[in-house]
């Protein structure tokens, strides 16, 4: 597998040492020639409300950092990077220099390197658009359910048929691939309300590729 680093500093509630370890993050990996680098989400700290760090100022200074990378730095969204931001998910995707919320990052030496979004059926979806008020009908049909929190989310059936796509063309070419998201998919990760809205359905859905 080519050389990668994933990268992940949890926010807390001083930003300043988020962006240090990130800083630090940035310094430690610019010693390896990598092929990429990649954020798993919620990089930045503030609530877009809370005076004296709006999250558009953490999202500057935080990208900022991420921008002395050699390597190309890549980003999967996670929920504290759209509940903090009183931008819409469309322009927070676009200022990620991101095309989609969800992508393929490359493919090298057998491998494929994929993006999901579990922030794509959430409260965090675009106003209006179909994939919120799926998010909101599961919340409210599920109320009991330990994963049914505002910051959770899941996969719309688009996103399933494209990551079906690639994973039926990595088949055919021999690849292996390795699947990078915010919130996880396996209890086993995670306590019961952190996994994805519809995690039972995901991970049967990839166990169909384990080939």
Known sequence: MPPSLIWWVPPGPDFMLLLLASSKCVQTWNSFDLKFALSLGDIVDGDAEREGSPAEKELKEILAVAEKSKA??????????????SM????????????????????????KFMVIDTTDVSVAALEGSQNRQDALDWLSSHPSAPNAQYWNGGLSEKQIQWIA???????????????????????????????????????????????
Request: aromatic share 12%; glycine share 8%; hydrophobic share 35%.
């Open 88 to 111: 819409d998910k469309g322009a927070l995707i676009q200022k990620l220099g991101m095309d989609n919320s969800y992508y393929v990052i490359g493919e090298w030496s057998g491998w």
């Open 72 to 85: 190309k730095v890549f980003h999967a969204p996670g929920n504290h990077d759209f509940d903090s931001s």
């Open 165 to 211: 796509s690639e994973l039926a063309d990595s088949r055919e070419k021999k690849q292996k691939c390795v699947i990078f998201g915010h919130n996880p998919v396996c209890e086993e990760t995670a306590d019961d309300m952190h996994v994805l809205f519809d995690h039972e359905r995901v991970k049967s859905f990839f166990a169909e590729y384990r080939d």
